[in-house]
């Protein structure tokens, strides 16, 4: 069967599909295609207030990368908040630097507490390698002003995806700009002092043993690289270690109740 045909089948399914089940079912038939000709159908699909579908929407066009990203520049519903997050989710995914001046806005100024947590994670997916080598400096300097910002959002889902794309900035710029690193996990030991959510907080407590393994793995391959990027961790685990004295009890099944995690976090330091 011919793209074309192939593609009409797959829409009909979509269109004909009586129940919330066979929709997803449809779509995700429709995602596995990876035609590029339905980009346009699985952008559609991301407003049809269907979770399920939406998920393999937002895969499909993931798998499709790079020719989705224009149509979810343009198609972007500015009505429809829920379809705007799945779409940033996809945006996010892919990590084309084409994405970057939405993400910034998004994450910093749209009102969805979806579409906020949506950008902040992709700001820390950008493949950075995209950009021209002199520009990368300050396309960084302008994700972590706002992911600074934005970690420190009202909500604490927005602040742990904020606090998700810090971690990964982190590590993409561990070698080549080692003092953005360092503010990072300088914001990420003041944020343990200030935040209340304790899910935020061992969040940031997990961002911090990822870039420490992280720069463990280069400095046991390239140890020549430790004058540039050593970090001193006695000083981030102490702090660490003062918050968790901190710590007040919390009754036996409240939610953030975090102990254990944060211990499993740690395990080994």
């Given at each position: ?57 937002v895969e499909g066009l993931?798998?499709i990368g790079k020719p ?122 003041r944020l343990v002092d ?76």
């Amino acid at each position: 069967m011919t793209d074309p045909g192939l593609l009409k089948t797959l829409l009909q399914a979509i269109e004909s599909a009586d129940s919330s089940t066979r929709m997803v079912a449809a779509v995700e038939k429709l995602a596995q295609a990876r035609l590029e000709a339905a980009v346009p159908n699985l952008i559609a699909v991301l407003g049809y207030n269907n979770p399920g579908a939406a998920v393999a929407a937002v895969e499909g066009l993931m798998a499709i990368g790079k020719p989705a990203v224009q149509p979810l520049l343009e198609l972007l519903d500015g009505y429809n908040y829920g379809a705007r997050a799945w779409a940033l989710r996809a945006l996010s995914g892919i990590g084309d630097v084409r994405a970057l001046d939405l993400l910034l806005d998004a994450a910093k100024n749209d009102f969805a507490l979806s579409v906020r947590r949506a950008a902040a994670r992709g700001l820390g997916t950008i493949n950075w390698d995209e950009l021209p080598i002199e520009s990368i400096d300050s396309a960084q300097a302008r994700v972590i002003e706002v992911l600074l910002a934005v970690s420190q959002d009202r909500e604490w889902v927005v602040r742990y995806a904020a606090i998700t794309g810090l971690q990964e900035l982190a590590i993409a710029s561990t070698i080549s700009n080692p003092d953005l690193t360092r503010q990072i996990l300088g914001h990420f030991d003041r944020l343990v002092d200030g935040d209340e959510d304790l899910t935020v907080i061992a969040r940031i407590w997990l961002a911090q043993k990822e870039i420490q393994t992280y720069i463990n793995e280069i400095l046991s391959q390239q140890p020549e690289l430790e004058p540039k990027i050593a970090i001193d961790w006695q000083a981030t685990l102490a702090k660490l270690y003062a918050r968790k004295r901190q710590e007040q009890p919390h009754p036996e099944g409240d939610p953030h109740k975090f102990r254990e995690v944060a211990a499993a976090i740690f395990k080994g330091e």
